[in-house]
């Protein structure tokens, strides 16, 4: 039974007890008190649901701005992958050609083997750019895995993710060192 049925129904037993004239209690008192809480509770019904839907869209709103970070974080990476793979797997290509230029003229074997170093660090930068997208890929997952925060699978997860970013980051620090080697490379070569 609803609330407001209930004081409604409470309020009719006080009108009958009080049409049979007894006059213990004072119901006047009762029936405005009774009278009182039917006003109230009609108003606390109503901000339970108000209150109710503002947590429901409170919520609503927590979790898509979560799924649109998770999106976008997501994406991030990805693009940071996308962009090891191309510097790391662009220059290799560069390495390559400018190798086999090189395998043609008698002065450019020493060029050629300086640059070996670069043309390493390039190809591995290319490797881990890869090994990245798998980890990213496992990580991921894990987490769908995971039924809730704190267990192995979440553990696990977070632990991909970390290893995902170690490796990005090599990629990225290789991709470096090879600039700077064969910067070097070109340097000792030509005598400068």
């Known amino acids: 039974m609803e609330p407001k049925a209930l004081i409604d129904s ?20 009762m029936k405005r008190y009774m009278e009182g809480m039917k006003a109230s509770a009609t108003t606390s019904l109503e901000e339970r649901r108000i209150a109710h839907e503002g947590s429901l869209a409170q919520y609503s709103a927590t979790t898509q701005y979560n799924l649109e970070m998770f999106k976008s974080v997501m994406d991030a990476g990805r693009n940071a992958i996308q962009a090891l793979l191309i510097i790391n797997g662009g220059a290799v290509i560069a390495m390559l050609g400018m190798l086999s230029n090189l395998a043609g003229k008698p002065t450019g074997d020493v060029l050629a083997r300086l640059l070996a170093l670069p043309l390493l660090q390039f190809g ?5 750019a890869a090994s990245c997208y798998a980890v990213r890929y ?25 290893a995902a970013i170690l490796v990005g980051i090599s ?3 290789l991709f470096a060192f090879g600039i700077a080697n064969s910067y070097t490379a070109v340097r000792i070569a030509f005598g400068s």
């Not at 409470?10 to 008192?29: P, W």
């Not at 039924?147 to 970390?162: N, R, S, V």
């Open 138 to 162: 496992f990580s991921q997952a894990c987490y769908a895995e995971a039924p809730e925060e704190g267990g192995i699978w979440f553990k696990a997860g977070q632990a991909l993710t970390l």
């Open 171 to 173: 990629g990225y620090v």
């Open 124 to 128: 591995i930068g290319v490797l881990l």
């Open 10 to 29: 409470v309020i009719t037993e006080l009108d009958r007890f009080k049409g049979t004239g007894n006059h213990q209690i004072s119901v006047e008192a």
